[in-house]
């Protein structure tokens, strides 16, 4: 089956500017994560889709961070203004069960 | 608050050596604990989860809920193990995990 794919795989911006990255988890998967992984940190939860519907947002920076999953299908992260802080991969996962979630290959972005 | 601890940044052994990748966590429920694994060039995959009791390519975990620990082991290491290693807590059965630091292990020749 075909895996989790992201776009673009690396950015470099600069700070204050905007950047948006697009997820398409595996066909039938309901549940879709975005994760943020610092160097050197595992990666941490940014937030959680079941379907279309946010489960948790908990750790999502919202004044610069918004996320979205329209018809339950592919999601779109934005960051605006982007920090140099925010330089990190984000990781894409999708899961059919809470017990196995599969990633994409990231995407590295770098702010300077 | 929950929380997983892997105290080992890097995890350096020689081939055919005993491997232990160690993992602690801190959690008031009933733990769901995974190891996670990332080989050069690769994507995060699931290696294990305690509730399978598996074993996979060698490795298995014992989830220990008196030390709080789900340490990783492998008799005998091989080159092909090189990689990084996450340890992950499940949250309220929701979905949500959380990651430890991770391990780089490097088995040498």
């Known amino acids: 089956e075909a895996g989790v794919a992201q776009s673009p795989r690396y950015k470099i911006i600069e700070k204050r500017q905007s950047v948006a990255f697009w997820c398409n988890p595996i066909?039938?998967?309901?549940?879709l994560y975005w994760y943020q992984q610092i160097l050197g940190q595992g990666p941490k939860l940014l937030i959680q889709?079941?379907?279309?519907?946010?489960?948790?947002d908990s750790q999502l920076p919202k004044d610069r961070f918004s996320a979205e999953r329209l018809k339950g299908v592919d999601s779109t992260l934005k960051i605006q203004p982007a920090k140099l802080e925010d330089s990190a991969v984000y990781l894409c996962a999708s899961s059919f069960t809470a017990y196995e979630q599969y990633f994409g290959p990231g995407t590295r972005l770098t702010v300077t | 608050a929950q929380r997983v601890t892997q105290p080992e940044k890097l995890l350096s052994v020689f081939k055919g050596a005993p491997v232990e990748l160690k993992c602690n966590y801190s959690?008031?429920?009933?733990?769901?604990l995974f190891w996670y694994v990332q080989y050069s060039r690769q994507r995060l995959q699931l290696l294990l989860r305690?509730?399978s009791r598996e074993s996979i390519k060698g490795f298995t975990a014992d989830l220990n809920k008196g030390e709080t620990s789900f340490h990783l082991k492998k008799p005998f290491a091989q080159e092909e193990d090189s990689a990084m290693y996450y340890c992950a807590l499940l949250y309220n059965q929701g979905g949500k995990l959380i990651f430890g630091q991770g391990t780089e292990l490097s088995v040498k020749p």
């Open positions: 959690y008031s429920g009933s733990p769901e």
């Open positions: 889709f079941q379907n279309n519907g946010v489960v948790d």
């Open positions: 066909s039938g998967h309901a549940t």
């Open positions: 305690h509730i």
